[in-house]
Every structure is written in structure tokens, then in C-alpha cells.
Nanobody, 125 residues
Framework: QVQLVESGGGSVQAGGSWRLSCAAS????????MAWFRQAPGKEREFVAA????????YYGDSVKGRFSISRDNAKNTVYLQMNSLKPEDTARYYC??????????????????WGKGTLVTVSS
């Protein structure tokens, strides 16, 4: 089992940058592939980014590709989401998720066994 706690949510202006963190506790962090998802009010959950166990492979959703970057520090049991060139449509609750599998592709419907409670990011125009 792994427990996940997101942090770093807040309000930012469009065009700005922001970074989210997700701290993990429990089983060995490097045993898990990590991912970020988001859900805006009234919308379906959307896949944002995923990273494999050692951090050497990443995968991004089309809407954030080229703007967001996922990374991890296994020594700190933490995964990060660096968000640049933010847009109002990036406003959402962002969730960290973990799985023992690293998939070749992800969608908003991907089943992940472990989830954090989320952190809210609001981008104003």
C-alpha cells in the first residue's frame, strides 16, 4: 500500500508557472509508476502525465504536452508536476496516483489503485 498527499495548489494568472508535489509513504516509492490526473467541475477526469519507476520515461496528455513536465525524486518519495504557460482551462483539481504498472498509454479512464485526495489549481485570465 502507498499513501499519497498532494500539495502546492493555489491561484495563478494565465501564462504563469506553478509546481505541484505529491509525497508518498508506505511501500518503496520506486516500486510505483506515478501519474497526475485532473478534473474540472462538471467535466470528466483527464489524464495529465505519467512517469515510470526510475523517471526515465514519461507520457503526457495531449492538452498539456510541451507545457507540463512530470518528474520524481525517489530519495524524497515525491513526484512533481511543473506547469508552465498555464491557461484558464487548466483550472481543475489535480490528483496524484500510483500503480505497480507503467502503461504504454493512459487516459482519463485508466484505473489506478492508489490516489491522493487532490489539490486545487485555479488559473485566472
Amino acid at each position: 500500500q502507498v499513501q499519497l498527499v498532494e500539495s502546492g495548489g493555489g491561484s495563478v494568472q494565465a501564462g504563469g508557472s506553478w509546481r505541484l508535489s505529491c509525497a508518498a509513504s508506505g511501500r518503496t516509492f520506486s516500486s510505483y509508476a506515478m501519474a497526475w490526473f485532473r478534473q474540472a467541475p462538471g467535466k470528466e477526469r483527464e489524464f495529465v502525465a505519467a512517469i515510470n519507476f526510475g523517471g526515465g520515461s514519461t507520457y503526457y496528455g495531449d492538452s498539456v504536452k510541451g507545457r507540463f513536465s512530470i518528474s520524481r525524486d525517489n530519495a524524497k518519495n515525491t513526484v512533481y508536476l511543473q506547469m508552465n504557460s498555464l491557461k484558464p482551462e487548466d483550472t481543475a483539481r489535480y490528483y496524484c496516483a500510483a500503480d505497480v504498472l507503467y502503461r504504454s498509454s493512459y487516459t482519463g479512464l485508466t484505473v489506478m489503485p492508489y490516489w491522493g485526495k487532490g489539490t486545487l489549481v485555479t488559473v485566472s485570465s
